[in-house]
T-cell receptor, first 111, second 113 residues
Framework: EDQVTQSPEALRLQEGESSSLNCSYT??????LFWYRQDPGKGPEFLFT???AGEEKEKERLKATLTKKESFLHITAPKPEDSATYLC????????????FGSGTRLLVRP | GAVVSQHPSRVICKSGTSVKIECRSL??????MFWYRQFPKQSLMLMAT?????????EQGVEKDKFLINHASLTLSTLTVTSAHPEDSSFYIC?????????FGPGTRLTVL
């Protein structure tokens, strides 16, 4: 069964304190792994798609990496406005483009 | 690009009434859209896949007669919650598929009294 597990469940950082969020997955043929950011009461905002092991993508203070078993979202020198829930999702080749989501990591960055 | 809207953003209705939620892709055409619901502090749960011009595909455990989906054009899908009850209160989110990526709407908060 395809599955996505995110850790930690919640993370508190001081402004400027870099850290990483983990997304472990098992899937029957990975088509893509997706990272989204969700603010309270809003829909998820697309961040990255990763397709193959070894791939990396960056956007401002965020960098996503992918291996055959997990993905990391690295946050460098975070700011309070980076506070949000970060969702990881996988898409399998035989899934008709459906996404399987992890439970998310709630990030709080204190000034 | 890849902007998806939902309407309404919030709706309060009485038990037993029906509520329609619209999902529109504003700057691209989407033959496939998805409907999710999300409970507080939980992740997104896929309800159904909406395909333009054909019947929706529902996930296991989702009542197709209660959650009616219509995808009549390449930019619009609607979700109608029929005979709503308090347990249907939730945050409903749609997404539209562009390439392999899903872009999400802002969500609709449904409260059934």
């Amino acid at each position: 069964e395809d599955q996505v597990t995110q850790s930690p469940e919640a993370l508190r950082l001081q402004e400027g304190e870099s850290s990483s969020l983990n997304c472990s997955y098992t899937v029957s043929g990975l088509r893509g792994l997706f990272w989204y950011r969700q603010d309270p009461g809003k829909g998820p905002e697309f961040l990255f798609t990763l397709y193959s092991a070894g791939e990396e993508k960056e956007k401002e203070r965020l960098k996503a990496t992918l291996t055959k078993k997990e993905s990391f979202l690295h946050i460098t020198a975070p700011k309070p406005e980076d506070s949000a829930t970060y969702l990881c999702a996988v898409q399998a080749w035989d899934s008709s483009y459906k996404l399987i989501f992890g439970s998310g990591t709630r990030l709080l960055v204190r000034p | 690009g890849a902007v998806v809207s939902q309407h309404p953003s919030r709706v309060i209705c009485k038990s037993g009434t029906s509520v329609k939620i619209e999902c529109r892709s504003l700057d691209f055409q989407a033959t496939t859209m998805f409907w999710y619901r999300q409970f507080p502090k939980q992740s997104l749960m896929l309800m159904a896949t909406s395909n333009e011009g054909s019947k929706a595909t529902y996930e296991q455990g989702v009542e197709k007669d209660k959650f009616l989906i219509n995808h009549a054009s390449l930019t619009l899908s609607t979700l109608t919650v029929t005979s709503a009850h308090p347990e249907d209160s939730s945050f409903y989110i749609c997404s539209a598929l562009q390439g392999q990526e899903q872009f999400f709407g802002p969500g609709t908060r449904l409260t059934v009294l």
